[in-house]
């Protein structure tokens, strides 16, 4: 048994690569922590190897033979009662130290974390829904702020500070290669602040349990250089591009007078609904329906003719459309890069 | 009435008074007397089965949980069933396995190491339990029907709450509290009174045994913490019922006091579940290695201690709710503390076999597997002290890592080997050793194999409580690796049944001492009569079987004629008063009934609580009638 723990932690200390590991770091937050718990690995394991090593040498003391004595019911009567009590005020003295140590490591890094929020690059607002992610790129200048959905982007090395909130439960945002978690309360606002340190793309969970489709309520972390972010930010700037093809003007058509247009927004045309993630520029993102699917053209065909096959119980109802309605809509979303 | 010099009793005159006694306090056979009995031995027998059932109920469950989580994207059980059976998981074994059995487990044996005849309040032993059994049946028949609890043991608002859970699921979860709530809190008062008033002459608090001194601070962390939880379940079923708004935040309540509520009771709730165990392996340690346990005083202190301590950690289930840092900072240290008295009794009973003749019994063996687990699960317990630490592994598979190596590895192991130790005193028959060792072996492989890729899952990402994740998450090679330990465990639960099963089978053999421990509990027969003592003992030192050897002094005094107790002072344990107990009878069953009523009622109607009170005073009024004096008729002993 002990050969598998000790087996497990040497894959563990190999490296747990990952794009939703804490111990992947990918950012100045999560490294942090990230050096608490090598602290608490190291500390941790010479005590629990102490323990095990007074065990094992009672084990091995256990076996030698002893003369059929009375039991000793007064302790002070044992020879090794006294030096046995040298011991265990050294022992208690040992873990009042290590303790010491922790606490003043994780005050440290804890009052770290808590200065980062200070001198922030860019602030962003996370709405979080039962189950999927509003992400707002705040802005001093209105119009240079924007809405997306269950992805966000961050530039690398910069400073961002994310407001936290919720509309129905609770639920708590979670990006473990960056930094730790927050919970988002309704009635509350909490922040969270990440400076992400290399490019990639990561993947973050909700973490508290918010119903149904708890499982499925994931976002994309992309973390760009920050020329790529700038572009980025700059497409999301743009409305909607307009639809070029036949199928896609039939597909904006459909999506502006059937349901559709009630709960979603499209930047530049009519459907302008708040209730459910805005899909200005849908087809630019890495997934569908908070990480339920991989975006896809498939896979979102999938998602509006049964979205509740794909993740039951979701707030997206089943929309009936004929074929042709079906493959306008998915020309015309599938446009919105 | 005064301690009396052993003395050889003739053994007619000790039969006369055995059968005496044996009137006065017996259970009278048949249907009529298993509904009314009041003796502690039978209700505490019947709690500690009804425990196990409801283990084995939240066992099953558990592997449906590693069945679906297996392997990635897995169909077997749907959303809504997985979200119900993780939530009666936990509530299965938190509120009708985990509390309850350690006090059915007291019932039986406070009273026997206190060398006395009845528990405190006999009545209310036996109405907590139909209580118990009443609550825990209620929630599984509605789980049963499709209406079990959906939002967690834990019940976060606003998801629990009238808008987000609707239908009757949370309240019957909430109800469910309200009835095993008011159970345990029955029985951490019977304790209470019974450790400090009806201790033997001569138990002083200082010679008082490890076990009792868990118990005890176990009643009183019961006291104070279980209202916080029936405060919060109460306001819970009245936003939800009558609509009022304690959780609301659109109406000024705060879904945070909810948590602050919750966790209150939650945090405590792990000491009640674990200091009783603690106590019990105290006394395995002792007597496998014939040796009392090293450093007594420190012992005691520690267990005080920790239930102190234990009032002040709460918010480390919080720290990811954005309260105010400083605040969180003191809960690090506080929880960081608790380390202390843990590793100072982890200490003291490796000292006590180190320098005692350990035999490796699987009692003992059961208490190895718990130090090597338990020693864990603290350590991970004190990563999770650390804010920042902890905001990475919070609500991930690593908490549950922690918590399962803190309540299996803290009470279920030393639950095991207290069966093994105490099954001879309960049944009069020993278990077998060879089934013994499979059963542990099995277990504690199975369990290491099941939690401990836990902790790596939830470094690796992945959040708790959820019915399935994507093939390209790499968790599946861990989550396999735990479902096929899970299986490990069910194989070493049926081994036990099964080895309990054919004891029951063989004759009465044991006898009254089968461990030559030292403990009042092993100086009576094996099971113990109904007046558990036909003398009672006097004690002079914490190991009272140790230090008198054949002769043992005792007292006289009481009536046989009458259910009678003695009273002693709470410190010195000197004689203080003679008592008189209850007689068998309905009252308590026909009250716990019609509690059952009120409180099954009010799930659907606020106004039930009003009508419901009607036939429950009639019980109580029934209960409390006047008996008059008793009639001190005895003859002469």
């Not at chain 1, 990230?34 to 394991?45: A, H, P, R």
Request: one cysteine or more; proline letters at 7%.
């Amino acid at each position: 048994m002990r050969r598998v723990a000790t087996a497990a932690l040497c894959l563990l200390l190999a490296g747990c690569a990952g794009v939703q590991s804490s111990m992947d770091v990918a950012g100045r937050q999560a490294g942090d922590i990230k050096g608490v718990w090598t602290l608490m690995l190291w500390v941790c394991g010479v005590m629990y190897l102490l323990v095990l090593a007074f065990l094992g040498w009672t084990l091995w003391r256990a076996r030698r033979p002893l003369a059929d004595a009375p039991p000793l019911a007064d302790s002070a009567l044992s020879p090794a009662d006294r030096p046995m009590q040298t011991a265990l005020g050294g022992w208690m003295v040992l873990i009042v130290v290590g303790l010491l140590v922790l606490t003043f490591g994780s005050f440290l890094v804890d009052r770290r974390l808590a200065e980062a929020g200070a001198r922030a690059d860019l602030n962003i607002r996370v709405t979080a829904n039962q189950w999927w992610w509003q992400v707002e790129y705040q802005h001093p200048d209105p119009s240079q702020g924007f809405l997306t959905a269950n992805e966000i982007h961050l530039p690398v090395g910069k400073t961002a500070k994310i407001e936290l909130v919720a509309t129905d439960v609770i639920h708590s945002f979670w990006v473990p290669n960056l930094g730790g978690k927050q919970d988002l309360i309704p009635g509350r606002v909490n922040d969270i602040t990440l400076t992400p340190t290399r490019t990639g793309r990561f993947r973050g969970q909700c973490a508290e349990f918010c119903g149904l489709q708890h499982s499925n309520m994931a976002l994309d972390v992309i973390v760009d250089s920050p020329a790529a972010y700038e572009a980025w930010r700059a497409r999301q700037l743009a409305s909607a591009p307009p639809p070029v093809t036949p199928g896609q003007a039939r597909g904006l058509a459909v999506v502006q007078t059937a349901a559709c247009a009630n709960c979603h927004q499209i930047q530049g045309t009519e459907a302008m609904g708040k209730t459910g993630p805005d899909l200005t520029h849908v087809a630019g993102r890495r997934s569908i329906a908070a990480g339920a699917l991989p975006y896809s053209r498939g896979a979102l065909a999938a998602w509006i003719a049964d979205p509740q096959g794909i993740k039951p119980g979701a707030h997206m109802p089943i929309v009936q459309l004929s074929p042709a309605d079906l493959n306008g809509v998915l020309d015309y979303l599938d446009s919105l890069k | 009435m005064s301690a009396s010099r052993p003395r050889a009793a003739k053994a007619a005159e000790m039969s006369a008074l055995h059968e005496r006694l044996e009137r006065t306090w017996a259970t009278p056979p048949g249907l009529w007397g298993w509904l009314t009995t009041v003796d502690h031995k039978l209700v505490g027998r019947r709690y500690v089965v009804t425990g196990f059932v409801f283990f084995v109920l939240g066992g099953i469950l558990a592997l449906l949980m590693r069945a679906q989580l297996a392997r990635p994207e897995s169909g077997l059980i749907d959303a809504d069933r997985y979200n119900q059976i993780f939530s009666m998981h936990g509530t299965t074994m938190m509120f009708l396995f985990a509390v309850p059995i350690m006090e059915a487990m007291a019932v039986y044996l406070v009273p026997l190491m206190c060398g006395t005849r009845a528990i405190a309040f006999p009545r209310l032993n036996a109405f907590s339990y139909w209580v118990y059994l009443a609550g825990g049946t209620m929630i599984w028949i509605a789980f049963l029907l499709n209406v079990g609890p959906e939002t967690g043991w834990f019940s976060y608002v606003p998801l629990a709450g009238p808008e987000f859970s609707p239908g009757k699921r949370t309240d019957f979860w909430a109800q469910m509290i309200t009835f095993t709530e008011v159970a345990a809190l029955a029985v951490a008062v019977e304790l209470i009174a019974t450790i400090l008033k009806q201790r033997a002459p001569g138990m002083t608090l200082a010679r008082m045994p490890l076990f009792l001194w868990a118990m005890l601070v176990t009643s009183f962390m019961v006291v104070f913490a279980m209202p916080a939880v029936m405060l919060s379940s109460s306001f819970l079923i009245s936003d939800r019922l009558i609509g009022t708004h304690f959780y609301n935040p659109a109406e000024g309540g705060d879904p945070l006091l909810w948590q602050h509520l919750f966790w209150f009771f939650g945090h405590p709730e792990v000491y009640i579940i674990f200091m009783p165990a603690l106590g019990m392996v105290s006394h395995i340690t002792a007597t496998f290695s014939r040796r009392t346990v090293f450093a007594y005083p420190i012992m005691v202190l520690a267990l005080v201690a920790t239930g102190f301590l234990a009032f002040g950690l709460w918010v480390h289930h919080m720290f990811a709710t954005g309260l105010p840092r400083l605040g969180n900072s003191f809960y690090t240290s506080a929880s960081m503390m608790i380390a202390i008295p843990s590793g100072v009794q982890i200490f003291c009973w490796i000292a006590t076999m180190f320098d005692g003749k350990p035999r490796f019994a699987t009692p003992l063996l059961f208490v190895l597997g718990f130090i090597v687990t338990f020693v864990l699960g603290g350590l991970t317990g004190v990563m999770l002290a650390s804010v920042p630490l902890d905001l990475q592994v919070h609500d991930t598979y690593f908490v549950v890592a922690h918590f399962h190596y803190v309540l299996i590895g803290g009470a279920v192991f030393p639950l095991f080997g207290a069966v093994y130790y105490w099954f001879p005193k309960f049944t009069g028959r020993l278990l077998n050793e060879t089934a013994g060792k499979w059963n542990f072996w099995l277990f504690f492989a199975g369990f290491h194999l099941t939690f401990f890729p836990m902790h790596i899952l939830g470094l690796i990402g992945m959040p708790r409580r959820i019915y399935t994740y994507r093939a390209e998450m790499e968790w599946g090679g861990w989550n396999l690796a735990a479902t096929a330990g899970a299986f490990l465990i069910a194989v070493s639960a049926v081994m036990f049944v099964i080895n309990v099963a054919a004891a029951l089978r063989r004759p009465r053999t044991a006898g009254a001492n089968p461990w030559q421990a030292s403990g009042l509990e092993w100086a009576t027969g094996s099971p113990p009569p109904a007046y558990n003592f036909i003398y009672l003992p006097v004690v002079a030192g914490r190991e009272p079987l140790w230090e008198e050897g054949e002769t043992r002094p005792v007292m006289e005094g009481l009536s046989s004629s009458e259910r009678e107790i003695l009273c002693t002072s709470v410190v010195e344990a000197e004689p203080d008063m003679r008592h008189p107990m209850p007689d068998n009878t309905l009252w308590p069953l026909l009250a716990a009934l019609s509690t059952t009523a009120l409180f099954i009622g009010s799930v659907f109607n606020e106004w039930a609580l009003v009508w419901g009170a009607i036939p429950l005073t009639a019980c109580l009024i029934g209960w409390f009638w006047p008996v008059g004096t008793p009639r001190r008729k005895e003859a002469a002993a």
